[in-house]
Structures are given as structure tokens and as C-alpha cells.
């Protein structure tokens, strides 16, 4: 059977939260076992919109640690920070000129960033799918890791790979891949409204929880989450219905081993505060580690740049060999 090559990415872009790990990284960690995994940091990415540059320093060093802290192992998986691999910055600008207008248009990520501020927001974050199609293709990969959010545009990722691959008459050359989106935890909503999705560009704090927050802070924001006026209901169908409780149940399968049938049926016809209390147990449990290991790691940089110069190298020796062949494939003369 021939090995999956698993590639997914996150952006540096302030402090990671309880979605980013149950809709995306928790999955990396479990898919090193059995397939070619590499992570990258996206600092090309987090550009599209202004970053303070010593901001965005510590920023990649954060996630950096969150990789290590959740379980990803260096030795079986790839970590590197994507402006240090060139080709990625390379093949976007090829991918560029694969992908049509109208499809861009179309991606509704650029419009919810964008708002009634289209004309004034950077081309960068425009063409943002392309270079994301480029991270993927240029490693042809097989399978990506991500939450719910991102499945337009690992569709428009499709669509280049087969484009480029009918435009140069090279049939299969890109591999066409599969998003890996988790139903259930591949859209945590925020703790407050479960009506919209939990975010780092949130306001206020209480509608996440960020992956450094202590066992206090965990508490208290779960003990503030909104949930219902009524009882917990009987049934799967009842709790759809409601949209902060169905969060949660959704958050606490994702932090355990329990199925959401399992927690309706025990919590069945109670208040929320034993459920709560339940809930904070298990998070506390998964998360605090997480956050002190997050800590730790970051009072040792050297460590960390030692990580991201290694993984590096890997993934730059793995990268110019596709390059090589797309520039070869596109007519691109090397003297
Ligand atoms: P970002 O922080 O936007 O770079 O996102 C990193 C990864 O986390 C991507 O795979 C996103 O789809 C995922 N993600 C971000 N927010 C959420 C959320 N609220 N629920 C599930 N997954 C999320
Ligand atoms: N666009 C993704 C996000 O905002 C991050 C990302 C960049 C990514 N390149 C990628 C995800 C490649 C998966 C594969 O969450």
C-alpha cells in the first residue's frame, strides 16, 4: 500500500484555542503514525493581513511549541516554518496563473475577512488560496487535516491540481487531495453565541478557550458558557436544537472517549452544572498540559529553532523535487 503524504498548516497568528486543536491539530498528532506528515507554520500566510514582525516572531516560536506540546514528534513528522522553504512562494506564483478569477471570487473566507473593505484589503489575502494550493501540491500531498473552514478552499486546491495537470497534459501529476475534516469538532463554535465560530479574533476571551489557558481560567469560562434555559433534553435530535449545549457535548466528545449519546443519556433531565463541573474535569485534564508544555518550550528557543532549522532542511530537500519537475513540465529552461 503506498503511504499517505498528510500536509497541514496553521497561521502564526495569535494565541491557539481549543478549535484549532480539536478541528486540526489533535489530527496531525494521530495521522504521524501510519503516513508522511509535515506541518508547517504559514508566516507567508499571516502576512495577507499586517503583523507586527516581533508579534509575528514569537508568534511562530508559540506554535511552533503548541506542535511539540500536542503530541506531533519531530522524528516522525516534518515541522517547519513555510517562508523558509522558497518553493512555496514559488509555486503559488504558478498556481496563480492556473487559477481562474471567477473560482477565486468565489471563496467566501476572502468575503467574510474582507467585508464592505474589499477594495482596501491586500491582493495577498485575494489570492491567499493559491499559496494554501501550493503549500499542498508542493509535497503532493494526499490527505490535509483541517477544520470545517477550510474545505472550500482544499476544493479549490482540487481544482488547480486538475487544471494544471490538463493544461500541461500531464495526467496525474498532482495528486488530487482529500480534505480529513472530523464532523463533529471540525467547527468548534464560541462559548458564547453557538451560532458562530470560536476564533482567535473574537473580542472577548470568555468565547474561547485558548490552549494556555490555566485550570482556573478553564473553570471560569466554563462555568460563564451559555447553555439553555431548559433541561438537558432526551435526545440527539432535541440537542441539535440547541445550539450552545450541542458545542459543548460536541467539545466534551473531542476531550474524551465518550460518544454523544453516551453524555445526553447520563445528563439526561439535569441542570447544566454537574455537566459543566464534568466538562471542566476534562478539559483541565487535556488542555492545562498542553499549556504548560506550551511555556516550557518557549523559554528555550534555541530548542525550538533547532526544530523548525531541521524540519527545514527536510522539507526544502523533499520540495525541490517537485519543483523541479513542475518547472520542467511547465517549460521553464534550466541552463
Ligand atoms: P488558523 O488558526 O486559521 O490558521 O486555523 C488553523 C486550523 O484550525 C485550520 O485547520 C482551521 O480549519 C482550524 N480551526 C480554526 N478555528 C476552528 C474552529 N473554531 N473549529 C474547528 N477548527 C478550527
Ligand atoms: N488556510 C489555513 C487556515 O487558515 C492554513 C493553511 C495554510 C493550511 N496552508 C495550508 C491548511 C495548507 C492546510 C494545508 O486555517
Known amino acids: 500500500m503506498i503511504k499517505k503524504t498528510v500536509l497541514s498548516g496553521v497561521q502564526p497568528t495569535g494565541d491557539l484555542h481549543l478549535g484549532n486543536y480539536l478541528g486540526a491539530i489533535k489530527n496531525f498528532a494521530i495521522m504521524q503514525n501510519e503516513n508522511d506528515c509535515l506541518f508547517c507554520i504559514v508566516d507567508l500566510h499571516a502576512i495577507t493581513v499586517f503583523q507586527d514582525p516581533n508579534q509575528l516572531r514569537n508568534n511562530t516560536y508559540e506554535v511552533t511549541a503548541a506542535y511539540l506540546a500536542c503530541g506531533i514528534d519531530p522524528i516522525k513528522s516534518i515541522i517547519f516554518n513555510q517562508s523558509q522553504v522558497s518553493g512555496h512562494a514559488e509555486l503559488a506564483w504558478i498556481l496563480n496563473c492556473i487559477c481562474r478569477m471567477g473560482w477565486l471570487n468565489r471563496m467566501t473566507q476572502f468575503k467574510e475577512k474582507s467585508g464592505k473593505n474589499s477594495e482596501n484589503v491586500s491582493s495577498g489575502l485575494f489570492t491567499y488560496p493559491t499559496l494554501m494550493a501550493a ?4 509535497y503532493k500531498a ?3 487535516p483541517v477544520g470545517s ?5 482544499l476544493e479549490l486546491t482540487r481544482d488547480i491540481a486538475q487544471k494544471f495537470n490538463n493544461d500541461y497534459k500531464s495526467p ?3 495528486p488530487l487531495p482529500e480534505p480529513y475534516i472530523e464532523k463533529e469538532i471540525s467547527r468548534v463554535m464560541s462559548l458564547r453565541d453557538g451560532t458562530s465560530k470560536m476564533s482567535k479574533s473574537d473580542i472577548s476571551d470568555y468565547s474561547r478557550i485558548n490552549l494556555k489557558d490555566n485550570k482556573d481560567t478553564i473553570v471560569k469560562k466554563i462555568k460563564k458558557s451559555k447553555t439553555a434555559d431548559m433541561p438537558m433534553p432526551s435526545s440527539q435530535e432535541k440537542v441539535t436544537q440547541m445550539p450552545e449545549v450541542n458545542n459543548l457535548i460536541n467539545i466534551f466528545t473531542g476531550v474524551t472517549s465518550f460518544s454523544k449519546q453516551d453524555l445526553i443519556t447520563k445528563y439526561e433531565g439535569q441542570n447544566f452544572s454537574n455537566f459543566k463541573n464534568d466538562l471542566s474535569d476534562a478539559l483541565v485534564e487535556k488542555i492545562a498540559p498542553i499549556g504548560d508544555e506550551i511555556n516550557k518550550l518557549m523559554k528555550d528557543k534555541s530548542y525550538l529553532d533547532q526544530i ?7 522539507a526544502r530537500n523533499k520540495s525541490e523535487l517537485v519543483l523541479k519537475e513542475v518547472y520542467d513540465i511547465v517549460g521553464f529552461i534550466k541552463a
Open 308 to 314: 523548525m532549522r531541521e524540519g527545514t532542511e527536510k
Open 172 to 174: 496525474d501529476f498532482f
Open 135 to 138: 503549500d499542498i501540491l508542493l
Open 149 to 153: 473552514d477550510q474545505k472550500q478552499h
Open 142 to 144: 494526499t490527505h490535509v
